[in-house]
């Protein structure tokens, strides 16, 4: 390994690191964010309180600060990965992985910067970790030229449009898990800790719902430019194959779930379930059918 | 909307969004079984020899599932049943969605309600202005922001975001196109496919596919004249270490000429299919037609040519049969195993370790037989029917042969097999798809309708101004957004209060629903 793909290897692995560093801040956050329960009290009291609140908030700042040099060197990595190939980097399943989280970090870091969505930094670094973590040691393959059936625009096109829409899917995934935590916790009528610093049910519900909204449309094209490839590559634009399908049915799901939101008695919990069910089959068409079910899609080299 | 009328219409809604739902979760487990993979349940357009298999293994439990449609998932009736279903449920739903909303489109906002205070939104108070310029100057305020105006004795009211239920009813119409382009390439279109060796030519006529099947509507006989010529076929594997024996290049240099045209040179690649005027031609599959010459045993060449073998596995190990009906005093087949790498290990049998001919040999065993009468009929060319025919044999064991490139073998009876060189072939496929255009054509209006429905913002807001004698003229401004999710409502009714002329020291705010526009 020489030259750019030895220096992506070093920085993917290295922001894996790195992410782990933001993944323990931002634990830490949750965790001390558990004791700090604003009671009225005594003077003393309080001004404890306000300390805690302002060491709570500087684990935050240090995971998010974590978070921005991890996500330099993902991106780095993955523009390097793309140098050394000498084509766009998503030619396999390592890539297509790395190159997804990075859009995803990538959107976090722009709705951090753009409103107040720190509070996702626990979910965001944990699928960070794990995410990168399985492509570095799993997934790695080097470097390797296309198998013709991927010489296309189209490929390009469907990839990026896939890779943006399942960070989305997986934005608007972690928003219905939160949500479905604290609709419970505020059921128990016990607000505590670190989801008392989330936006209330309703705001979260409605953070879901945008990141499916902008996913769904983008999801439909990546289908669509899919079949369009199909057509080209192997002569026919839909071949059920279990890629195919199951695309097919994730996008299915998320219509069930824009239905659901619209539906008296499945709004909210039911449609957030949904919401999950949807990441869910994003992720097994992606991990799962690649790496247990063969079809003509899984020619791509894991 | 009486309350009456209201109810029912919520009602329809409630129940047709239910179906809906009901529907989609069905199709969602419908679509699973097909979806698999071949090694738990393989279907019978994609694999069907994997499908005999699991029929031979499983006696009881695979006709069953044979006759429940199990290997043809997206073909079986219940399948069908429940997208036909959610279609009819779906026109049934959007077609009274599209009276209404062309009713809407052409009627004027409805009138302020009689409570503004009751609104998600609203604010109060006195303006400096008189009651008519205070309308006047909201009125401009309204339109400026593109919202549809109705202004009625001391009232406004606006309206905007129409393009979310249009885009929405575009969206669920374009599904219908989705499934009208389908019916048409099924009915009006045509696949075939065709395998060609290099240095061979294809014509479009029926009698040349090696599997044809067309919809009810098309005319097999109106196939349009075109040939293909397969010149040259450069095919390489990745050699280095990453990903060894992966395919790198298919590029078929070849010739077309529509009809009775001039033919034109061509290049045919996985990604880039040759379009003729009225069909595309992919190259989905290749493979090696070994050149075999039959001598028989009175010196006379009763075979030669190449021969078309089917790969096995992924370093191309191939099986194919070559029959000399024609020699005398006996036919002679032969049953071969191409292996384009022969592995040089050795007492190793026929593998190969590489897909590329590095080291092309040619296995096989023979047969021979009393010649038959022609009987016309066709045969097929990659099994051999061993009625009449005796294996030759070697003492005890049957005889086989091992040719590289330019060897022969000589039969006990003096009848020759000479494995003369190697070419490759191509699997063409001829299709026409009519209903294309329309299925993508729709997935864009599709795209598009989603993109107006999830981004626009249906919102109505209204003002009342109230002269009150003496006093200043008092204002009273609300709005509602109709769907939720949405933010800017606190802002739109703020700045139409302003608007009006609303004092803001007297505003009387009253921030009902405000609490929920933060974390946005
Ligand atoms: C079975 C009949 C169907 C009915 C009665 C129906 C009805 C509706 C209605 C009333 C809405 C508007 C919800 C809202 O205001 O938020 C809607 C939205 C939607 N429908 Fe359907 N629909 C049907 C079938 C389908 C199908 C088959 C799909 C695609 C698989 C689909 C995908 C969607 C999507 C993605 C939305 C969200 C669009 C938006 O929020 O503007 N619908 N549907």
């Known amino acids: 390994m020489t030259g750019f793909a030895y220096y992506s290897s070093v920085a993917m692995v290295t922001s894996v690191v790195v992410y782990l560093l933001a993944l323990t801040a931002h634990a830490a956050e949750w965790a001390s964010a558990r004791r700090v329960e604003p009671e009225p009290g005594s003077r003393a009291r309080q001004e404890r309180l306000e300390a805690d609140l302002i060491r709570v908030d500087r684990f935050g700042r240090v995971g998010l600060a974590m978070t921005v040099i991890g996500a330099a060197l993902h991106v780095g990595g993955v523009v390097l990965r793309g140098l050394a190939a000498g084509r766009p980097p998503w030619g396999n399943m390592y890539e297509f992985v790395t190159s997804t989280l990075a859009f995803l970090v990538v959107g976090y870091l722009v709705l951090v910067a753009r409103g107040r969505m720190r509070w996702l930094g626990l979910p965001v670094t944990l699928l960070l970790v794990l995410g990168q973590g399985l492509a570095v040691t799993v997934l790695y393959v080097a470097v390797a030229p296309l198998v013709p059936a991927l010489h296309s625009v189209w490929f390009v096109i469907h990839i990026v449009a896939a890779a943006v829409a399942g960070a989305m899917f997986n934005v608007g995934g972690m928003a219905s898990v939160l949500f479905l935590l604290r609709t419970r916790a505020e059921r128990r009528g016990r607000v505590a800790g670190y989801l008392r610093r ?77 919401g999950l069910l949807g990441v869910a089959a994003f992720w097994w068409n992606f991990v799962g059918i690649n790496l247990l079910v063969s079809g003509l899609h899984s020619y791509a080299g894991i | 909307m009486t309350t009456r009328e209201f109810l029912r219409f919520a009602w329809t809604q409630l129940t047709a969004m239910r179906t809906a739902l009901v529907l989609l979760f069905a199709l969602i487990v419908a679509a699973i079984p097909g ?328 296995w096989g065993t023979l047969w021979q037989g009393e010649p038959r009468a022609e009987t016309g009929r066709p045969e097929n060319v990659y099994s051999l029917d061993t009625t009449g025919l005796t294996r030759v044999m070697d003492g005890a064991d049957p005889a086989s042969f091992r040719l590289a490139v330019g060897e022969t073998h000589t039969l006990p009876d003096g009848s020759r097999v000479t494995f003369d060189g190697l070419r490759r072939w191509a699997k063409l496929q001829v299709s026409d798809t009519p209903g294309l255009p329309i299925v993508w054509a729709s997935v864009a209006l599709g795209v598009l309708g989603l993109l107006l429905s999830m981004f626009s913002k249906p919102r109505r807001v209204f003002a009342r101004v109230t002269d009150a004698a003496g006093a200043a003229p008092r204002v009273e401004v609300g709005g509602l957004d109709r769907v939720d999710a949405r933010t800017g409502l606190a802002e739109d009714v703020a700045g139409l209060a302003s608007a009006l002329g609303l004092r803001a020291d007297a505003a009387e705010d009253d921030e009902a629903g405000t609490g929920r526009e933060e974390h946005t």
């Open chain 1, 198 to 274: 989330l936006p209330d049910a309703e705001a979260l519900d409605r953070i879901a719902y945008r990141a499916a909204a902008f996913a769904f449309p983008l999801w439909t094209f990546t289908i669509a430019a899919g079949s369009i490839w199909a057509q080209f590559a192997w002569g026919r634009y839909w071949g059920w194959d279990p890629k195919e399908t199951w695309s097919l049915v994730t996008w299915v799901v998320y219509a069930a779930y824009l239905h659901a939101r619209a539906t008296a008695g499945w709004k909210g919990t039911r449609a957030a379930w949904l």
């Open chain 2, 35 to 362: 979806s698999l993979g071949p090694r738990v349940l393989p279907q019978r357009p994609n694999n069907p020899v994997l499908v005999r298999e699991f029929l031979d293994a499983h006696p009881t439990l695979g006709p069953l599932l044979d006759r429940l449609g199990f290997f043809d998932v997206y073909g079986a009736p219940w399948f069908a049943a429940i997208y036909l279903l959610l279609m009819v449920s779906m026109v049934g739903c959007i077609v009274p969605r599209i009276a209404v909303y062309a009713r809407n489109v052409r009627a004027m906002p409805s009138g302020a309600p009689r409570r503004l205070d009751r609104l998600p939104q609203h604010v109060a108070g006195e303006t400096g202005r008189t009651a008519s310029e205070a309308l006047d100057a909201g009125q401009a305020w309204l339109l400026a922001r593109r919202y549809r105006v109705r202004r009625q004795a001391g009232e406004l009211s606006g309206e905007r975001g129409y393009a979310r239920e249009f885009g929405n009813l575009l969206f669920h119409v374009s599904i219908l196109g989705v499934l009208a382009g389908v019916a048409v390439s099924a009915l009006a279109g045509f696949k075939g496919s065709v395998i060609v060796t290099e240095g061979a030519a294809f014509s479009n006529s029926l009698s040349q596919y090696d599997d044809f099947t067309s919809g009810g509507l098309f005319d097999r006989s109106s196939l349009a004249p075109f040939t293909v010529w397969v010149d040259r076929f450069d095919v390489e594997f990745e050699r280095g270490p990453v990903q060894r024996g992966a395919a790198r290049q298919f590029l078929v240099h070849a010739r077309v000429a529509e009809g009775l045209g001039e033919p034109v040179a061509a290049k045919l690649e996985v990604n880039t299919p040759l379009l003729t005027r009225s069909a595309m031609v992919n190259l989905i599959g290749h493979g090696y037609a070994p050149v075999v010459t039959i001598t028989d045993a009175r010196g006379a060449t009763a075979f030669s040519g190449p021969v078309v073998f089917l790969p096995q596995d992924g370093n191309f190990t191939s099986l194919g049969v070559v029959k000399a009906p024609d020699a005398r005093p006996q036919r002679i087949a032969v049953e071969g195993i191409f292996v384009p790498s022969q592995s040089r290990a050795g007492g190793t049998g026929p593998l190969s370790t590489f897909p590329a001919p590095d080291n092309p040999v040619l």
